[in-house]
């Protein structure tokens, strides 16, 4: 598609469960990024992806948290043993910012992932 | 760490002007934007200005840099009803992996 898709863009979820979130970004976007945004907050960085590696991994809250990208393209944001405190909307933007070329720096955002811990 | 700071809620009247402001702290910013969030939706980049500029206009918009100050602000003239969403102020470094640092963002709320 044109734009970042995610996946699913709801998702109810018990307590202790595990929850994997999808981001499909812009086709050829060489950078991309999670961010978390809950009620009455800004954005909350939690990890950025070059490629398939991630070098800034700084912001994600726990353990429970991880993330990894494949083929450059789709990523997976997976959170372990879900918490009340996680429930938030978890968005995705990509960026065809590549560290040898100027540009905006602009990100595309995807609608988001709401997650709702029970 | 560097910081991005905004007023949280603005409410104006339809055809009036909105100032929405934001200071920030890093002095090696090199790019700040303005996002817009609508109800439900992902942020969308509505304008940008590179910190050799002190100003950019773009149709209703009017961007304001004061570097000395580390002060943003954007101008939206004519608010219309479709300009309510939340508006956030984000900086870049780029030296710093282009990660954004971003504003709380600010409530426009537009009334007829």
């Known amino acids: 598609g044109a734009g970042v898709s995610q996946s699913p863009s709801n998702k109810v979820t018990e307590k202790g469960k595990d929850v994997e979130l999808r981001c499909d970004p812009i086709?050829?976007?060489?950078?991309l990024y999670w961010y978390r945004q809950s009620l009455g907050q800004g954005l909350e960085f939690l990890i950025y992806?070059?490629?398939?590696?991630?070098?800034?991994k700084s912001g994600l809250p726990s353990d429970r948290f991880s993330a990894e990208r494949t083929g450059g393209s789709v990523s997976t944001l997976t959170i372990q043993r879900t918490q009340q405190e996680d429930s938030a909307v978890y968005l995705c933007?990509?960026?065809?910012?590549?560290?040898?070329?100027?540009?905006?720096?602009?990100?595309?955002f995807g609608e988001g992932s709401r997650l709702t811990v029970l | 760490g560097e910081d991005v700071e905004q007023s949280l809620f603005l409410s104006v009247r339809e055809g009036d002007s909105s100032v929405i402001n934001c200071t920030y702290t890093d002095s090696s910013s090199t790019y700040l934007y303005w996002y817009k969030q609508e109800p439900g939706a992902g942020l969308q980049l509505l304008t940008y200005i590179f910190s050799n500029m002190d100003m950019k206009q773009d149709q209703r918009l009017t961007v304001l840099l004061n570097k000395k100050d580390k002060h943003l602000s954007l101008r939206i003239a004519d608010t219309q009803t479709g300009d309510s969403a939340i508006y956030f102020c984000?900086?870049?470094?780029?030296?710093?992996?282009?990660?954004?640092?971003w504003g709380l963002g600010t409530s426009l709320a537009v009334n007829p």
């Open positions: 984000a900086e870049a470094n780029a030296g710093n992996n282009r990660k954004l640092i």
């Open positions: 992806f070059q490629g398939n590696s991630a070098p800034d």
């Open positions: 933007a990509s960026s065809p910012w590549d560290r040898g070329r100027r540009g905006t720096g602009e990100l595309f």
């Open positions: 086709s050829g976007h060489t950078a």
